[in-house]
């Protein structure tokens, strides 16, 4: 059940679902470690306040230049009000992820969701 002060008001707002996959290994093929999902996901919820984790793993396969590539990843899902602020944080919070992953992009996407 939402907050007492969202209730009536939720109906009104526009959201966002951002979706993150986030992968398990460098991309030298070591394991990534733990704290840094476990760091993640607080960065998360101390930023927006609740966040959804799939720990199961998701297995990603792509071609690249003729060669065939596969990984595996974790996902993370927010769903937040759709607002210049929320856009420019998960394009910084990118950022940050390539950087604490070693990755050269993350795969992150965004929608709009109707919250009934």
């Known amino acids: 059940m939402p907050p007492p002060?969202?209730?009536g008001s939720?109906?009104?707002m526009s959201f966002k679902r951002?979706?993150?996959l986030l992968p398990t290994r460098y991309n030298d093929g070591l394991p990534v470690e733990e704290e840094l999902f476990t760091r993640t996901r607080r960065d998360l919820v101390a930023?927006?306040?609740s966040i959804t984790w799939y720990p199961e793993r998701l297995q990603g396969i792509?071609?690249?230049g003729g060669e065939i590539f596969e990984d595996t990843n974790v996902k993370v899902v927010v769903d937040v009000e759709d607002t210049p602020e929320m856009r420019a944080f998960f394009q910084g919070f990118k950022e940050t992820l390539k950087e604490r992953f070693r990755q050269l992009d993350i795969w992150m996407v965004s929608y709009h969701v109707e919250i009934h």
């Open 5 to 7: 002060s969202w209730r």
């Open 10 to 12: 939720i109906r009104t």
């Open 18 to 20: 951002y979706e993150i």
């Open 47 to 49: 930023a927006l306040g």
């Open 62 to 64: 792509w071609s690249h």
